[in-house]
């Protein structure tokens, strides 16, 4: 029984361990967004190329932490329930290192963009895209250290306002460009930058169905929307003001 | 000694058993891949239609893969070596499913793009890149099947000539904005489904990279290409052939 304890002990402190080097790393991934995009909205060429070939500490720490995982599991043997929680952390970290990816290409678009004449009219969405994106990037880490599922819900529900977001700014660079044939590059630059935008948050919302899934044990990346808001929130309404 | 033999003849059986159920699922994403590029190409809705609304067998399948992989490893508790693939295989299975997600919106431009009127002029430039990721989407499930790590490597270095055609289209596409900016719209359309052909094309590269990593127990997926093939190819020429 002692030696079972201590076993346990000895499990908690590792998975403990592999916790923060996750927390570590969607920090770095975190601020890396946040550079990026203020690099676009405040056209800083310098700041831009901070972002751009700087993510290899990012990439050791998705080989370093899968390696922990598969290390403790070979240790430990843990049973199938913990052995879920190790298996979502395997894919949280790709889902991190791959936002990692959408930051550096946002900031390669913003170094290109800060050297021409700004494209006018748009930076209040843009703007307002990223501030949701950023968000949800954000509320996903929150939920990820607390192992906060319900929080973890909130979050998939909030994806369809990304999309609509991200769909309105669409039609606005459309217009955009028809109205202005000769900046199409700049303007089709922008909306790439957007493109990436929409795919951080929808890696935080990969991520957030992994969080769900490490604490309940259920697996809702295909579930019914529905059903799940409906086992979480016994009041419609609060699934209605997101 | 024995035991020790039974134990191993069970656990290869269910790996063998997980590794069928990934090409499966395989098949399946390929499939969906090549009828959506088709439904676009050819403009039939209707096979269009019969793509959309249809990945719910892929998704159950990621999720039945993943439960497969955790009883497997809490039931045979296998060596860090054989973890290692486990693992690998939880990370391509995510992949497979998301290549499925990017057929679908394929399918779903090519539904809207069918009712317009045909954007003529990049025809050609757009079959060739579904061409392109559509072989590599099959060499690389080929590599899977046949844990083919030389072939893995090989499917990673022609990545470099998805990204050059997909560039090239981007150019043709601009163009076509800039000389009828009254039919943006659509271009844009097929800009997104030539933006899905290139994710199709680097999922697969990193459905190769699992697969390195699964056979050599090497993580390549960061590591400085140069090197990965001066291990693979004594003759440079090989990999400039590509």
Redesign the interface.
Known sequence: MELGQHISQRYNEELEDIRNKVLKMGGIVESRSENAIKSLLTRDTALAKSVIGSD?IV??M??DI??D???M??RR????GD??LV?AV??VI?DLERIGDEAEKIASYAKKLAKKKAVGGMHAELAHLSELALQLLHDTLDAFARLDDQQAVTIITKSAKINQEFNSL?RLL?TH??ED??N??NV?RI?WCA?SLERIANYSVNISEHIVYLVKGK?I??ANIDEVLSEYFDDENHALEL
Not at 77 to 80: F, L, V
């Open positions: 290899t990439d050791l998705e080989v899968d390696d995982c598969i290390q599991i070979a043997q843990p049973a199938a052995l879920r298996f395997g894919k790709t669409s459309i460009m028809m044939s000769g199409i590059k089709l909306t493109r697996d990346r295909h």
